[in-house]
């Protein structure tokens, strides 16, 4: 007999906050759709919500933790997992100082409600400074800019996208992504609105991306260029006198010195630079400026990359002196249900500097491009032991291959993750969380840079098996044996949350949230999740520094400049002519880790290498030959894609497959191996000002390897190719 129920939560896997409606029949999924009435994404979702029922039912998933022993892997308990996994790390500490201990932070750990409440207790207790995470091939930029002019890493301006009548969109790709530092559902329609309303949207970028198919505009751009465009964008606001007052710019005593801030970057001397022409750049911003309102928008294509820090910086400014900073249709910052900002750091910039490259830290997190060579490199703070929780920098992170060899050298590692994969295959130790579908969540980080306000609670869909752990409760257990003389307070906080769950500490951040009235309690009574309102114009309450101004800190800035000056000679009439490797998304994708849901990785290869028709010629390479991609590190040999999509000079690859090592528990990925571009991206090629990745804008070499026809040929004549093709 069927006893069919409904179950509503928030879509945990990406950052757009899509509202779930799941049926099952006891613990048998029956269907997982967009949730019409949640209120914050009226029913939209993308394909990969159906992962979470691939995911909770995948055997390939770890449930019961695991040891690697010289016969290979052996199931243990829990406490014989807990246990080891606290002495070895405390061995690897008395050996060799608390700093011989790494720990990386994966993405992951942002979706998940009892991971984010919990993790100082584990990062408290390992006691070292040498903290990695994926905010540094990531979102560092938008977090120090935050931290800078705002007072709090977390303070950060989104784009009111429900309201603007012009868009301007930088090396982001939200259609395929979903939206990122941007919590918006159905983003292609939002998009769309803008134009229906009158508005308009244009898009940057080297790639003819999905959003630019929808944009009314589109402009190539060479990769790593953009500082160039924003400072010549910057510079023609005021030459076409747009710089206006406003109530942010009155609260920003360094407001007069943006003017002169770099005034030789004109838009003439940019333009054979970055591929845009004079006119064209002159055009963006008097259609920008003379919009009824506008926001300039920029993600990992200007973030993660040479000039990340400064190209964030410059979105900023050019959103404060067009007084689009704080006002409806421009940046604005979200008001979330659960005051995040009020229960964490303000971030800190160059506190400590790596070991071996002086690289800054920030917010206690050392840049990832910095982690192998910490672990390579023998003397005092050298990496011995590491912890990673909810990651996979061997996909991830630059220069993959080195890190591979660095972890293949570690004395001890843990990993807390459900799978056997590219990264946690060198651990000694595997502690497997529950599946995302036996949490409660509640979306404490995203909530806080939504485009519109809402709060939504979801309990567990199922109930956990009973030999099963959550994150937090992994991080407690973990907590509790490194750091045996905990201080009171500590040990009544551990206490309270192994007794009642995250929950609690949910229900306390509501309670002295930044809504009267809410609780837990009124949350679960809406499984729709509760409106909170458009986003409305906080300045000068939402700002974080003491004095309530907005900090340029511009002489910070301004001395970077000297970087760029070295990077680009503007007398030259033409770009370089290095061929540059850029990276992509796709919408059935998400980083390294779905690629083991056969709804989303079949039908054909997307591990491919874009390339513009012009260059396939010059390099005597045709559609399907395979071709050797090859960087200051290394090379990978992967599919050729021609398309007009990219622009010529460019070639795209995307990030998070090479699931063909050897040792790992993915079957379906497997099969589905791909190449990881992450094995020819360079540690060395960073933004130095910020520490942050550079994985766009890679110079390479291309070759062709092997002509399609042969290709074809051996992949007949052999069951296992040699080389990986998904
Ligand atoms: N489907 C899917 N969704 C995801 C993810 C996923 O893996 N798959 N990952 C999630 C995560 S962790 C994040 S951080 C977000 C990222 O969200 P987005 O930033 O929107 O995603 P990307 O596709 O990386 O977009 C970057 C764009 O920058 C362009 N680009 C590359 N180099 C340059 C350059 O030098 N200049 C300019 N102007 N553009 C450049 C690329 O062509 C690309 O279109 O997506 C999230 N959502
Ligand atoms: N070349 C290139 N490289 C990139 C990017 C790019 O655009 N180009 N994008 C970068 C970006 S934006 C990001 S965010 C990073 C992502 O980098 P990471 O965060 O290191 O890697 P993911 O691929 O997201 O891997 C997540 C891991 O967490 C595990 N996991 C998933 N959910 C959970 C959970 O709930 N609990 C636990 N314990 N484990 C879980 C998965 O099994 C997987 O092993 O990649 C970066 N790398
Ligand atoms: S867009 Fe993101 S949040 Fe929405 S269903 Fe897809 S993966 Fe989930
Ligand atoms: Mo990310």
Same mark, same amino acid.
């Given at each position: 007999?069927?006893?069919?129920?409904?179950?509503?939560?928030?879509?945990?896997?990406?950052?757009?906050?899509?509202?779930?409606?799941?049926?099952?029949?006891?613990?048998?999924?029956?269907?997982?759709?967009?949730?019409?009435?949640?209120?914050?994404?009226?029913?939209?979702?993308?394909?990969?919500?159906?992962?979470?029922?691939?995911?909770?039912?995948?055997?390939?998933?770890?449930?019961?933790?695991?040891?690697?022993?010289?016969?290979?892997?052996?199931?243990?308990?829990?406490?014989?997992?807990?246990?080891?996994?606290?002495?070895?790390?405390?061995?690897?500490?008395?050996?060799?100082?608390?700093?011989?201990?790494?720990?990386?932070?994966?993405?992951?750990?942002?979706?998940?409600?009892?991971?984010?409440?919990?993790?100082?207790?584990?990062?408290?207790?390992?006691?070292?400074?040498?903290?990695?995470?994926?905010?540094?091939?990531?979102?560092?930029?938008?977090?120090?800019?935050?931290?800078?002019?705002?007072?709090?890493?977390?303070?950060?301006?989104?784009?009111?996208?429900?309201?603007?009548?012009?868009?301007?969109?930088?090396?982001?790709?939200?259609?395929?992504?979903?939206?990122?530092?941007?919590?918006?559902?159905?983003?292609?329609?939002?998009?769309?609105?803008?134009?229906?309303?009158?508005?308009?949207?244009?898009?940057?970028?080297?790639?003819?991306?999905?959003?630019?198919?929808?944009?009314?505009?589109?402009?190539?751009?060479?990769?790593?260029?953009?500082?160039?465009?924003?400072?010549?964008?910057?510079?023609?606001?005021?030459?076409?006198?747009?710089?206006?007052?406003?109530?942010?710019?009155?609260?920003?005593?360094?407001?007069?010195?943006?003017?002169?801030?770099?005034?030789?970057?004109?838009?003439?001397?940019?333009?054979?630079?970055?591929?845009?022409?004079?006119?064209?750049?002159?055009?963006?911003?008097?259609?920008?400026?003379?919009?009824?309102?506008?926001?300039?928008?920029?993600?990992?294509?200007?973030?993660?990359?040479?000039?990340?820090?400064?190209?964030?910086?410059?979105?900023?400014?050019?959103?404060?002196?067009?007084?689009?900073?704080?006002?409806?249709? +421009?940046?604005?910052?979200?008001?979330?249900?659960?005051?995040?900002?009020?229960?964490?750091?303000?971030?800190?910039?160059?506190?400590?500097?790596?070991?071996?490259?002086?690289?800054?830290?920030?917010?206690?997190?050392?840049?990832?491009?910095?982690?192998?060579?910490?672990?390579?490199?023998?003397?005092?703070?050298?990496?011995?032991?590491?912890?990673?929780?909810?990651?996979?920098?061997?996909?991830?992170?630059?220069?993959?291959?080195?890190?591979?060899?660095?972890?293949?050298?570690?004395?001890?590692?843990?990993?807390?993750?459900?799978?056997?994969?590219?990264?946690?295959?060198?651990?000694?130790?595997?502690?497997?969380?529950?599946?995302?579908?036996?949490?409660?969540?509640?979306?404490?980080?995203?909530?806080?840079?939504?485009?519109?306000?809402?709060?939504?609670?979801?309990?567990?869909?199922?109930?956990?098996?009973?030999?099963?752990?959550?994150?937090?409760?992994?991080?407690?257990?973990?907590?509790?044996?490194?750091?045996?003389?905990?201080?009171?307070?500590?040990?009544?906080?551990?206490?309270?949350?192994?007794?009642?769950?995250?929950?609690?500490?949910?229900?306390?951040?509501?309670?002295?949230?930044?809504?009267?009235?809410?609780?837990?309690?009124?949350?679960?009574?809406?499984?729709?999740?509760?409106?909170?309102?458009?986003?409305?114009?906080?300045?000068?309450?939402?700002?974080?520094?003491?004095?309530?101004?907005?900090?340029?800190?511009?002489?910070?800035?301004?001395?970077?400049?000297?970087?760029?000056?070295?990077?680009?000679?503007?007398?030259?009439?033409?770009?370089?002519?290095?061929?540059?490797?850029?990276?992509?998304?796709?919408?059935?994708?998400?980083?390294?880790?779905?690629?083991?849901?056969?709804?989303?990785?079949? +039908?054909?290869?997307?591990?491919?290498?874009?390339?513009?028709?012009?260059?396939?010629?010059?390099?005597?390479?045709?559609?399907?030959?395979?071709?050797?991609?090859?960087?200051?590190?290394?090379?990978?040999?992967?599919?050729?894609?021609?398309?007009?999509?990219?622009?010529?000079?460019?070639?795209?690859?995307?990030?998070?497959?090479?699931?063909?090592?050897?040792?790992?528990?993915?079957?379906?990925?497997?099969?589905?191996?791909?190449?990881?571009?992450?094995?020819?991206?360079?540690?060395?090629?960073?933004?130095?000002?910020?520490?942050?990745?550079?994985?766009?804008?890679?110079?390479?070499?291309?070759?062709?390897?092997?002509?399609?026809?042969?290709?074809?040929?051996?992949?007949?004549?052999?069951?296992?190719?040699?080389?990986?093709?998904?």
């Amino acid at each position: 007999m069927s006893n069919q129920q409904t179950h509503y939560r928030t879509c945990n896997l990406c950052e757009a906050m899509c509202g779930l409606e799941i049926k099952h029949d006891g613990e048998k999924i029956l269907t997982i759709k967009g949730d019409k009435k949640d209120i914050f994404s009226e029913g939209h979702i993308c394909p990969k919500a159906t992962a979470l029922q691939d995911l909770h039912e995948d055997p390939d998933r770890l449930r019961t933790p695991m040891e690697r022993t010289e016969n290979g892997w052996k199931e243990i308990s829990w406490p014989e997992a807990l246990d080891k996994a606290a002495a070895g790390i405390q061995k690897v500490q008395k050996q060799h100082g608390k700093n011989a201990l790494g720990i990386y932070i994966g993405n992951p750990n942002a979706h998940n409600l009892g991971g984010i409440l919990t993790m100082h207790e584990v990062l408290g207790a390992m006691k070292t400074h040498n903290r990695f995470s994926a905010v540094s091939v990531d979102h560092l930029p938008h977090l120090i800019v935050a931290h800078h002019l705002f007072g709090h890493q977390l303070r950060i301006a989104v784009p009111d996208i429900n309201h603007t009548q012009h868009m301007l969109i930088i090396g982001a790709n939200p259609i395929a992504s979903n939206g990122s530092i941007m919590t918006v559902a159905n983003v292609k329609q939002k998009l769309k609105d803008i134009q229906k309303r009158g508005g308009k949207v244009v898009v940057i970028d080297p790639r003819h991306t999905e959003t630019a198919k929808v944009a009314d505009q589109h402009h190539f751009i060479r990769p790593g260029s953009d500082i160039l465009m924003l400072l010549a964008m910057l510079n023609e606001i005021y030459a076409q006198g747009f710089n206006v007052k406003s109530h942010a710019s009155e609260l920003t005593p360094e407001f007069d010195k943006i003017k002169n801030l770099a005034t030789q970057y004109t838009a003439e001397k940019v333009a054979p630079i970055t591929g845009i022409s004079a006119q064209e750049i002159k055009t963006l911003v008097k259609e920008f400026c003379e919009a009824p309102s506008s926001v300039c928008y920029g993600r990992m294509g200007v973030s993660v990359q040479e000039f990340g820090l400064l190209s964030q910086y410059l979105i900023m400014l050019i959103n404060l002196v067009t007084g689009r900073l704080d006002t409806q249709g +421009g940046v604005m910052f979200s008001k979330p249900a659960v005051d995040i900002i009020k229960n964490s750091g303000r971030g800190n910039l160059g506190h400590r500097r790596s070991r071996l490259k002086d690289l800054p830290n920030f917010h206690g997190e050392f840049p990832v491009s910095a982690m192998s060579e910490e672990m390579l490199t023998p003397g005092d703070g050298q990496i011995k032991g590491f912890f990673t929780m909810a990651g996979n920098p061997v996909l991830s992170t630059p220069n993959g291959k080195k890190l591979e060899g660095a972890l293949e050298n570690l004395d001890f590692m843990v990993c807390v993750d459900y799978y056997l994969n590219e990264t946690t295959r060198h651990a000694n130790i595997i502690l497997p969380p529950v599946s995302p579908l036996e949490r409660e969540h509640y979306d404490l980080t995203y909530h806080g840079v939504a485009v519109h306000n809402s709060a939504k609670y979801a309990p567990a869909l199922f109930e956990k098996q009973p030999n099963a752990k959550h994150d937090w409760e992994i991080f407690i257990e973990l907590a509790k044996r490194l750091d045996k003389k905990p201080k009171l307070k500590t040990r009544i906080s551990r206490s309270l949350t192994s007794w009642f769950g995250p929950s609690f500490l949910l229900n306390a951040g509501l309670k002295t949230g930044n809504y009267k009235g809410l609780s837990l309690k009124k949350l679960k009574k809406s499984p729709h999740g509760i409106d909170l309102g458009p986003l409305e114009p906080q300045l000068p309450n939402a700002l974080k520094t003491k004095d309530k101004k907005i900090h340029l800190n511009i002489d910070f800035y301004q001395a970077d400049l000297k970087r760029v000056a070295q990077r680009f000679n503007l007398e030259e009439t033409a770009a370089h002519n290095d061929i540059l490797l850029i990276g992509r998304r796709h919408l059935r994708s998400n980083n390294s880790w779905l690629h083991n849901s056969k709804r989303l990785v079949k +039908g054909k290869s997307r591990c491919t290498l874009m390339l513009h028709p012009d260059l396939a010629r010059e390099q005597s390479i045709e559609q399907g030959d395979l071709v050797k991609v090859t960087s200051r590190v290394g090379s990978i040999e992967v599919e050729a894609e021609i398309t007009n999509e990219i622009m010529p000079g460019v070639v795209s690859i995307p990030h998070g497959w090479g699931h063909n090592r050897q040792g790992t528990r993915q079957t379906i990925a497997n099969d589905h191996a791909g190449v990881s571009v992450n094995d020819i991206t360079d540690e060395q090629f960073i933004d130095e000002l910020s520490g942050n990745a550079a994985v766009n804008g890679v110079p390479v070499v291309l070759v062709n390897a092997m002509p399609k026809h042969i290709l074809q040929q051996r992949m007949e004549k052999e069951d296992e190719p040699e080389v990986a093709m998904a």
